[in-house]
Structure formats: structure tokens, C-alpha cells
């Protein structure tokens, strides 16, 4: 019998964190429209984004 089962909590949850993952995605990645014309800008937002998550 193998020792990881899928179960429906398991599947729910699974979906839960992608839907919202992908929520916070979008949301960043349309506030960030503005500032894409300018490299500067998104360098620095990126190297900050990349900081904060790893915090």
C-alpha cells in the first residue's frame, strides 16, 4: 500500500493554494503594467519582490 494517498481534503487544499497563488500573481503582475516601459523600475521592483519573499 503506498504511503501517500490522495484524499479530497488533500485535493481541496492543493486547489485552494493554486487559485489563490494565481490571485496574488495576476494582482502583482497588472500593478506592475505601469513601470514595464521602464527597466530601471522593474529591475529594482523585481530584486525587492525576490528579497521580501525570501524573508
Do not use: H, S
Not at 503582475?29 to 524573508?55: I, R, S
Amino acid at each position: 500500500m503506498p504511503k501517500y494517498r490522495l484524499t479530497q481534503e488533500k485535493v481541496e487544499n492543493a486547489n485552494q493554494f493554486y487559485l489563490t497563488y494565481n490571485d496574488g500573481i495576476t494582482f502583482n503582475v497588472q500593478n506592475a503594467y505601469n513601470c514595464l516601459g521602464n527597466g530601471m523600475v522593474m529591475a529594482t521592483k523585481f530584486l525587492w519582490e525576490v528579497e521580501c519573499v525570501g524573508d
